[in-house]
C-alpha cells in the first residue's frame, strides 16, 4: 500500500511558477514509477510527467516539456514537479500516482487527493 498526499498548489499569475510536492508513506514507495496527472473543469484527466523508481527516467507530456521538472527523493518519500511559465490553460486539479508509470492512468494503482493549480491571465 502506498499513501500520498498532494500539496504545494495555489493561485499564481501567468509566468509564474510553483512546485508541488507528493509525500508518499509505505514500504514500497522506492519500487513504484510515480506521475503527475491533472484534471481541468468539464475535461478528461490527463497525463503530465512521470519518473521511473530509480529516477532515472522521466517523460514529459507535450504540453509541459520544457516548462515542468519532475523528480524524486526515494530517501525522503517524495516526489515534487516544478513548474514554470504557466500559463492560464494549466489551470486544474493535479493528483500525484504510483504504479508502473507511464503516460496511461490505468498503469498507476495509488492516488492522491489532488491539489489545485490557478493560473490567472
Known amino acids: 500500500q502506498v499513501q500520498l498526499v498532494e500539496s504545494g498548489g495555489g493561485l499564481v499569475q501567468a509566468g509564474g511558477s510553483l512546485r508541488l510536492s507528493c509525500a508518499a508513506s509505505g514500504r514500497t514507495f522506492s519500487t513504484k514509477a510515480m506521475g503527475w496527472f491533472r484534471q481541468a473543469p468539464g475535461k478528461e484527466r490527463e497525463f503530465v510527467a512521470s519518473i521511473s523508481s530509480t529516477g532515472g527516467s522521466t517523460y514529459y507530456a507535450d504540453s509541459v516539456k520544457g516548462r515542468s521538472t519532475i523528480s524524486r527523493d526515494n530517501a525522503k518519500s517524495m516526489v515534487y514537479l516544478q513548474m514554470n511559465s504557466l500559463k492560464p490553460e494549466d489551470t486544474a486539479v493535479y493528483y500525484c500516482?504510483?504504479?508502473?508509470?507511464?503516460?496511461?492512468?490505468?498503469?498507476?494503482?495509488?492516488w492522491g487527493q489532488g491539489t489545485q493549480v490557478t493560473v490567472s491571465s
Open positions: 500516482a504510483a504504479g508502473l508509470g507511464g503516460r496511461y492512468s490505468h498503469s498507476y494503482d495509488y
